[in-house]
């Protein structure tokens, strides 16, 4: 699972390398060639994957032989992608998550695990134009998340799902995160579904979305 080389290095190989030798099967194979020359074909989103879901061709099921780091290169470097699904294990050291930040196409990014390298993730929230939906289903490093949240954008949709973060962020991280919801008045849609927080998680949140003032945009809190 190797994947940590730099993005100079993949934009000189990248019409050289042989795919059978960065990938596991030959739909992961065909995933990525597909990435490589440009092509859509990803119904609503492409999933990538440690258990398959529904088997389907837009699956990328993550195996040891699987070079993250060329599967974040090419969706990075793809213009046509829309959609990405993230739930597998990334191993530390991967420059997967830098590579998929480079994307200037992606309209929904749906996170279900922990991608570690949270601050990169602010490149995409903040210099991809298009990317209007994010849904995240776990975060494992609530200060980068929230400095990575915190970019200005064009999101308007935002989801927290099933998490429950009474458990897992203190005052301090959740105060981070509705700190940087300051910077996104154009949300029109928030949904905060099956999170566990307590009075004082609520009061801050519900500060920050009153800090929005005439500018809030909002239409939907769940």
């Not at 849609?189 to 009075?199: C, K, M, N, T």
């Amino acid at each position: 699972m190797v994947g940590s080389r730099d993005y100079t290095y993949y934009k000189e190989h990248a019409q050289d390398v042989k795919l059978e030798d960065i990938t596991s099967s030959k739909r992961n194979k065909n995933i990525i060639q597909k990435l490589r020359d440009g092509n859509s074909d990803f119904k609503d989103s492409l999933y990538i994957l440690d258990q398959p879901m529904e088997d389907d061709d837009c699956e990328f099921i993550v195996q040891r032989s699987d070079d993250l780091g060329w599967l974040g290169y090419f969706v990075g470097e793809n213009k046509r992608l829309g959609g990405l699904f993230i739930k597998c294990y990334l191993p530390p050291g991967t420059s997967f998550i830098e590579g998929i930040c480079r994307n200037r196409s992606i309209q929904s990014l749906n996170i279900e695990c922990d991608i570690g390298d949270y601050l990169s993730l602010g490149s995409l929230v903040g210099n991809n134009i298009f990317l209007d939906s994010l849904e995240v289903g776990y975060i494992g490093n609530a200060h980068d998340f929230s400095v990575a949240l915190g970019q200005r954008s064009h999101l308007k949709y935002l989801h927290f799902e099933y998490m429950d973060l009474s458990e897992d962020l203190s005052d301090e991280e959740v105060s981070g995160i509705a700190q940087a919801l300051l910077a996104q008045p154009q949300l029109e849609d928030v949904r905060l579904e099956s999170i566990g927080l307590d009075g004082n998680g609520w009061a801050t949140l519900a500060t920050a979305f009153m800090g929005w003032g005439r500018n809030s945009k909002l239409k939907k809190l769940d």
